[in-house]
Structure formats: C-alpha cells, structure tokens
C-alpha cells in the first residue's frame, strides 16, 4: 500500500449539508478539527477526507464539472487509497497529526451528487479523522502514513 500521499486542497463550509469551498491553508484544531467549518467539534468525524481517485470515479460515472469540497470533504487527496487504511492508523499531514476514525458513512438524504447519478463516493471511499496534533494544513502538503 502506498504510506506517502499530497494533499491536493482544502476545503470549508460554514454551515453543514453544503459544498465546501477550497482555502488557501487551513488550520487544524487539536480535538476539534478545522477551524472555521461547520463540522468542527469535539467528535470523532473532525476532519473528512476523499482522494481524487476515487472522485475520478464519480467523473466516469458520467458527473460533469466536479470541483474539490463538492462532497463535503476538508482535505482532497492524491495517492492513498483512504478507505483502505484501519481504523486507528494516524496520517502526518501538513503540520498535523490526525487519526483515522470511521471509514464512509451513512449519506444524507437530499444529496446533489446521489440525486444526479443515483449514488455518491462518500460513503463508501470517505474517511473521517479527529485531529491528534493541530497544525497548518494546505495543498502541496505530504500526507504520511505513520
């Protein structure tokens, strides 16, 4: 399996059940995720990530125009196949540290891309973390499997 990864953008949305938007960087709030986006919190899905393979996918599947942040993710991805990683095992992006807590999840009703293609990627390839050691995140970073 791959260890090394580069975070590709990171993403904000202020209120929940929207699109995110790309930042230029992101800080990364120990115990509660990225500071500013409306999923923060003290739970265990802190942060969200999807790889940009796995939108790939969804692009296949015959969905135009995706953007990064467009299925809610903090963190788009390049080079780790996310879903694939144990529950536990903790990532070195950026300036954090940040363990893996739960692999997909349940979508919400109403979801845009369920809605235009009949199903969505996040469930299945999405990995939510909670962060372990805030820090600067932004694209370009490595993301590192420790």
């Known amino acids: 399996m791959q260890r090394i990864g580069k975070v590709l953008a990171v ?30 919190g003290n739970w265990h899905r802190q942060v969200s990530l999807l790889g940009i393979e796995s939108i790939r996918k969804m692009k296949e599947a015959g969905i135009e125009g995706l953007e990064y942040g467009d ?34 999840k349940e979508c919400h009703t109403g979801c845009a891309i369920a809605q235009q293609v009949g199903k969505c990627i996040m469930p299945k390839e999405g990995i939510f973390t909670k962060v372990i050691k805030g820090g600067i995140v932004k694209p370009g970073d490595t993301i590192e499997v420790l």
Do not use: C
């Open 11 to 40: 993403n904000i949305s202020h209120k929940k059940g929207i699109v995110k938007k790309p930042i230029e960087k992101g800080n990364f709030i120990e115990g509660f995720g990225l500071e500013g986006d409306a999923h923060g």
């Open 71 to 104: 299925f809610a993710e903090n963190i788009t991805t390049e080079g780790i196949s996310l879903y694939e990683l144990p529950i536990g095992t903790r990532l070195k992006i950026g300036e954090t540290i940040q363990e893996v807590t739960q692999i997909g």
